[in-house]
């Protein structure tokens, strides 16, 4: 790792994002840190700088805006920071069926967890390619394995994730730089709470890691260059099984897991 490396956090204000930024500010990274809460990223950004006297910037965006990719690293060139790490971890997931969901909600959840993610990572990536080191982490989920009555949508981006990113790792794959994707299961976030999920059988079965244990994880397999981490054994196992079964069964099991509306 260089003294001088920079990592850029989207959705770092809280969860798995600001425990991200918590990993690679202890091992001496810079931290840049995005979601929408300016005062929420301040107090984080504050808290690092304190305890592990990185450089942390604040840098509030709405990633649901499109051509928001581009006015983000137009403000880091201003700034005169350079992006070695780039953590594609802000995302969110409403339920329902997708014939009465929410319109606008829907094709926001697609500006966060595919377009913003795809457009930060095309922006960046070149400049770490050049340079010969560096990554991309992103933040995928179990869902990306099999489809979500419920949660189409969402489970929908979190398999393009998944696919986009174990196909960028091969492309780079011996030229400095890595591509992992961090696959978690149901996790101690605010996602269960804005999802609507509270109730479902998935947050109640007392399975949920917390987001220290999860992003310690992903932490740790992307330093290694791992291309996939899968947290906790009952989520391995749960995406080892998808494996075997029909994909209708798989379909019927995820809708079970975080019930009907």
């Not at 992103?138 to 189409?152: E, I, R």
């Not at 696959?183 to 917390?210: I, K, Q, V």
């Not at 995820?254 to 509306?261: F, Q």
Request: hydrophobic share 45%; glycine share 12%; net charge negative.
């Amino acid at each position: 790792m260089s003294p001088s490396e920079t990592v850029l956090v989207t959705g770092a204000s809280s969860g798995i994002g600001a425990e991200l930024a918590r990993c690679f500010a202890r091992d001496g990274t810079d931290v840049v840190l995005l979601a929408r809460s300016e005062d929420a990223l301040n107090d984080h950004a504050a808290s690092l700088s304190d305890t592990f006297g990185v450089a942390t910037h604040v840098l509030p965006a709405d990633l649901s805006m499109p051509g928001v990719g581009r006015e983000v690293v137009d403000r880091l060139d201003e700034m005169g920071l350079t992006v070695d790490v780039l953590v594609n971890n802000a995302g969110f997931g409403t339920r329902g069926r997708f014939a009465v969901a929410d319109e606008q909600q829907q094709l926001d959840m697609i500006g966060v967890n595919v377009s913003a993610l795809t457009h930060l990572t095309r922006l960046l990536l070149p400049g770490m390619l050049q340079r010969g080191r560096g990554g991309v982490l992103n933040v995928g989920s179990t869902a990306g394995f099999q489809p979500g009555p419920n949660m189409a949508v969402y489970y929908a981006t979190k398999a393009y994730v998944l696919s986009f990113s174990e196909a960028l790792a091969q492309e780079v794959d011996g030229q400095g730089v890595t591509v992992t994707c961090l696959a978690p299961g149901p996790t101690e976030t605010d996602f269960a709470n804005r999802a609507g999920m509270n109730n479902a059988f998935l947050f109640e079965s007392g399975a949920a890691m917390s987001s220290a244990a999860v992003a310690s994880h992903g932490y740790e397999a992307f330093r290694r260059g791992d291309s996939l981490a899968v947290p906790g054994l009952s989520n391995k196992a749960g995406v080892f099984a998808t494996r075997f079964l029909p994909r209708s069964v798989a379909s019927k099991v995820a809708a079970y897991l975080h019930g009907d509306e």
